[in-house]
DNA sequence: CGAGAAGTATACCGATCTGTATAGTGAAGA
DNA sequence: TCTTCACTATACAGATCGGTATACTTCTCG
């Protein structure tokens, strides 16, 4: 990635999370990167392409922030679960004032085709699948195997995470993420 | 309302839901509502005003809903809070295809002055309240009294509510709201 | 040295945006 | 009958949209 290439997606992953992707146009993305709008299509070509950058990034930081917190967590499957939950606190503090920026976009782009659309389904199908696996380790620790049980305690905790992402973005009441790893504890132990 | 006005706010209502706000223009919905422009804006006077009657009446019309489902449910109060989500699956699958309106529409609207941000929160409030008063009545049948166990109960509520619009919306799961109301219930038996 | 990559500045394109203006039509009601 | 209301049709305004074109500069690297 150039220099002004970086600029431009900085500037642009900004503006597109705070002001939303229809409401800011390639010319702002260029005057607030101080990139001319060439140098912006010379590198990415299109603005579709800039927002499908945008959500990717925004993705793989998330990705990242959580692999390292479920490394540092405590061995146990059911720490991994709650240890979602705090990375989730913890990257809402840092970047997450007006929300999911996935659940965002969606608002926004309505045709599945759109190439952003796949990385907004994959990241909520990838934490799906997470929460799956965690759930599956709570429940029978060393086996992989699939079953309804696994499969029911993990849609439980998508529940309660992608609701807290909407409480925390809408500002329906504070800590949300601290309400939501409660409540998935509480689920936790009643399966146990 | 004059029919017009009324054509015109039938189509702007299914374009902004469909497509999103900022993405339909005034001409599409002038077009689309067989009204010329001119009565657009004789009748709503903005485009901003007429986004504040799509949502203001999406609104109107779930809490209609929701009060014939509250009113037809059986007298206990955990009935009442299942009945929610009963009226929630059965309002998604009439009118929400793409999730929750003012979801959608936060994500787009990113000025708390505009007038039609106080319309967002002030359905997700409403909802608090609506669960907040019945997780009182569950709690302690009879009484109004405010309580921290009550204020818990019904953010948890709110929790799998929220959660189940945006796992119904982006179609991470199916019936999402079957699930969050299977898991409302066992809350309400958790706190009994 | 010379080529190519990355960038700047500026102007332009056609389309679309919200919003306004002008002129006229048909019908209902005092 | 005459006014008022709701509406149509059309044209236009100024701004912004995504995207392209031309010409120049600056730096690095073989």
């Given at each position: 990635?150039?220099?002004?290439?970086?600029?431009?997606?900085?500037?642009?992953?900004?503006?597109?999370?705070?002001?939303?992707?229809?409401?800011?146009?390639?010319?702002?993305?260029?005057?607030?990167?101080?990139?001319?709008?060439?140098?912006?299509?010379?590198?990415?070509?299109?603005?579709?392409?800039?927002?499908?950058?945008?959500?990717?990034?925004?993705?793989?930081?998330?990705?990242?922030?959580?692999?390292?917190?479920?490394?540092?967590?405590?061995?146990?499957?059911?720490?991994?679960?709650?240890?979602?939950?705090?990375?989730s606190?913890?990257?809402?503090?840092?970047?997450?004032?007006?929300g999911c920026?996935m659940i965002?976009?969606?608002?926004?782009?309505?045709?599945?085709?759109?190439?952003?659309?796949?990385?907004?389904?994959?990241q909520k199908?990838?934490m799906l699948?997470?929460f799956?696996?965690?759930?599956?380790?709570?429940?029978?620790?060393?086996?992989?195997?699939?079953?309804?049980?696994?499969?029911?305690?993990?849609r439980t905790l998508m529940l309660l995470h992608e609701g807290a992402l909407v409480a925390h973005g809408?500002?329906?009441?504070?800590?949300a993420?601290?309400?939501a790893?409660?409540?998935?504890?509480?689920?936790?132990?009643?399966?146990?």
């Amino acid at each position: 990635m150039t220099p002004g290439a970086g600029r431009a997606l900085d500037a642009a992953s900004r503006l597109f999370y705070e002001h939303g992707i229809h409401a800011v146009g390639v010319d702002r993305i260029a005057a607030e990167a101080g990139v001319t709008k060439k140098t912006l299509y010379d590198r990415f070509g299109s603005k579709e392409q800039i927002v499908v950058e945008y959500l990717t990034g925004r993705d793989e930081r998330w990705r990242a922030l959580l692999d390292e917190r479920l490394a540092a967590a405590p061995p146990a499957p059911a720490e991994h679960v709650l240890a979602v939950f705090d990375a989730s606190r913890a990257w809402a503090e840092a970047n997450g004032a007006r929300g999911c920026s996935m659940i965002n976009a969606h608002a926004e782009i309505d045709d599945p085709r759109h190439p952003a659309y796949a990385v907004i389904t994959g990241q909520k199908a990838w934490m799906l699948e997470l929460f799956t696996s965690l759930a599956r380790e709570v429940l029978a620790p060393g086996e992989a195997t699939a079953s309804e049980t696994a499969d029911r305690l993990a849609r439980t905790l998508m529940l309660l995470h992608e609701g807290a992402l909407v409480a925390h973005g809408l500002g329906v009441f504070p800590d949300a993420f601290g309400l939501a790893r409660d409540q998935a504890r509480a689920v936790l132990d009643s399966y146990a």
